[in-house]
């Protein structure tokens, strides 16, 4: 219900003068407005906190989800490499300026929601920071002369989520193409795919879709494989496109592509039919540096060039590549990557950088939205997206976690893509995910020999955990990675092919249950995957859990993170729940569990819709 209430509060200081506006907009948001005259430049608002509380939020955060105590910027970045494994991190840093910070993400959201029952969120997409290192104060600081933000009321934290989903949109139910089984990440060409699926039937693995990335060809750099960003399809990689997508269209099988923002040189390809960069330079579409010039963004071992989403011209030529190049050619999703990178010394067409480095990644989502509309298969086709901003759920089909090293560890691993599926769930992106099994090696691509400390690679029992963890979350996806020849593939032997069916499986039975989560994502903003203390906010021990989570409200999920773990310690929240492998009843409080690979600890709750979900599994 709107509520129509407003105070205006006005003041001087110095000569300059200032204003605070507070306005009612219904009965669980106060919008708070403030600004200033030149030449104040920063603006800072000071709140009481309560020392001994919880707090969360903030987007996709990878290696911590508590933020009190700490100070964390609002700015989308790529996450870096290592963040803080050691010394690789020493070395991505001092080499190559890509060893990240514990709190760089792609998909910073300014809103926070802590356990005394206190939500608050900026509208501003200038940078700002929120520090949480004084107990008794939160204070939050806008790098600019206006700051707007919104208070939520709420007596749960569901009631929080639901608020600030009003401000930041819902994303939609998926449709049901997804929920059929695995998305395999897969490059390499028509005869790879049909090789793969061969082996896929013959272990009974159900598939949703192929995700062909280099549907646009591949290029060798400095860091493996990568792809030619001209967005057409390489009929060389691909001469049967038409065909083979029919292929599996008769399996009820769709095909996914890759596209993002850049533009690149593709001239040295060598059978370029339509140069993407030429018709964007030539029509002013790209962003530009401080002399004028067109801006090169150096992206591993080749520069590119971004395009200008403050033009509305340069959107519609976007969108028209996309439903021409992408959808006519039988795309039903893809990966729509990147957005972080837009320089703050750019030139835009509209507005300036501190207004659209953060805006830019909301903006890119939204154009991959409208071309999917225009062209009539709203509902039908999935994109997602690994950059975002407070505004992204609204216009964001699917999100993923972007590239997490091959590794168990919290800072980049295993462990920091549970927490960036949970630190994303209290945030508003309530459909999320990640790249099973990793995507970065960090090998030295033509050197064989592995150095230690240096060379992570994905290697099978790391995997295979991998695979038993995201196949109790929104989207069961693989990737080949960075250096697939250097990592462990789905397909490597019999073990591998049969765990990776078995789990697939598991994906495709929670089918059903994943379609209820996602409707009640739409109306209310509720993620999928759940932080426990949204479930159990008067549990004093579930506010504290890390690296366990709900999938909804009925299944509890403990994932094994560590290597050469047959057991875990798992916290039951009140109830009675239901062991999915042995039938086994447990109750609230601290249990050893069971945890051979193929066996994640994970208890559905007695009495709920899916209770009878696993017998079939049952030992």
Request: proline letters at 5%; glycine letters at 8%.
């Amino acid at each position: 219900e709107k509520i129509d209430c407003t105070l205006l509060v006005k003041g001087s200081v110095d000569k300059a003068e200032w204003s605070i506006t507070f306005q009612a907009i219904d009965d669980t948001q106060l919008q708070i407005g403030v600004k200033v005259a030149k030449p104040w430049n920063r603006i800072f608002l000071h709140l009481t906190a309560v020392p001994n509380e919880n707090i969360f939020g903030f987007g996709t955060q990878l290696s911590r989800l508590d933020m009190k105590g700490y100070k964390l910027p609002m700015l989308t970045r790529e996450p870096g490499i290592g963040r803080g494994v050691q010394p690789l991190s020493f070395f991505m840093k001092h080499l190559f300026g890509a060893s990240g910070e514990w709190h760089c993400t792609s998909s910073p959201i300014a809103w926070y929601l802590s356990t005394s029952m206190r939500g608050f969120g900026l509208e501003n997409y200038e940078y700002s920071v929120f520090d949480f290192e004084d107990p008794t104060k939160h204070v939050i600081c806008v790098y600019g002369s206006s700051l707007r933000g919104r208070f939520h009321y709420g007596v749960t934290p569901k009631d929080l989520l639901t608020s600030h989903t009003k401000y930041c949109g819902r994303m939609p139910a998926l449709p049901d193409w997804i929920h059929k089984g695995a998305i395999i990440g897969l490059q390499g060409g028509s005869e790879r795919v049909r090789k793969l699926q061969e082996v896929l039937e013959q272990y009974d693995v159900p598939v949703a879709a192929y995700w062909l990335q280099d549907w646009v060809g591949g290029r060798k750099t400095s860091i493996g494989k990568q792809l030619w960003w001209n967005w057409e399809l390489d009929k060389t990689r691909y001469p049967d496109w038409g065909q083979l997508t029919q292929e599996l269209n008769e399996k009820n099988i769709l095909v996914m592509t890759y596209i993002n923002p850049f533009l690149v040189d593709a001239q040295e390809k060598g059978d370029v039919r339509r140069d993407l960069l030429a018709e964007a330079k030539e029509q002013g579409f790209l962003i530009k540096n401080q002399k004028g010039e067109i801006y090169p963004i150096q992206n591993t071992s080749f520069h590119a060039y971004l395009v200008d989403l403050s033009n509305p011209k340069a959107r519609t030529w976007l969108k028209d590549i996309i439903k021409v190049q992408m959808i006519q050619t039988g795309a039903r999703g893809w990966m729509a990557d990147f957005a972080e990178a837009l320089p703050y010394d750019a030139v835009m067409h509209t507005g300036t950088t501190q207004e659209w480095h953060n805006r830019y990644p909301v903006e890119w989502a939204k154009l991959n939205r409208e071309a999917i509309a225009e062209a009539g298969f709203e509902g039908e086709i999935v994109f997602f997206n690994r950059a975002g901003f407070s505004q992204s759920p609204q216009y964001s089909t699917l999100f993923w976690m972007g590239d997490q090293l091959a590794d168990w560890g919290r800072e980049d691993g295993l462990q920091s893509a549970i927490n960036g599926l949970i630190s994303s769930g209290l945030s508003g992106i309530s459909i999320n995910h990640g790249d099973i099994g990793g995507y970065i090696a960090t090998t030295v691509p033509n050197f064989p020999l592995p150095i230690p400390g240096i060379s992570y690679v994905r290697r099978k029992e790391l995997l295979m955990r991998w695979i038993e963890c995201f196949a109790f979350t929104s989207i069961f996806r693989t990737h080949e990675g960075n250096q697939p020849d250097r990592h462990i593939q789905i397909d490597a032997d019999d073990e591998l092919l049969k765990h990776f069916s078995f789990f697939s499986r598991v994906f495709a039975v929670l089918a059903p249950y994943r379609k209820e989560l996602m409707k009640e994502a739409e109306s209310n903003g509720l993620p999928l995957v759940r932080h426990l203390w949204l479930e159990f906010p008067d549990d004093p021990v579930a506010k504290t859990i890390e690296l366990s989570f709900m999938l909804g409200d009925a299944l509890l999920v403990a994932p094994v993170v560590v290597p050469k773990a047959s057991k875990k310690k798992v916290y039951i929240p009140a109830g009675t729940w239901i062991h999915i492998w042995t039938n086994d009843t447990v109750q609230n409080g601290w249990i050893d569990v069971e945890a051979p690979i193929g066996k994640p600890p994970a208890f559905v709750r007695k009495g709920s819709d899916i209770e009878g979900l696993f017998t079939f599994f049952v030992d």
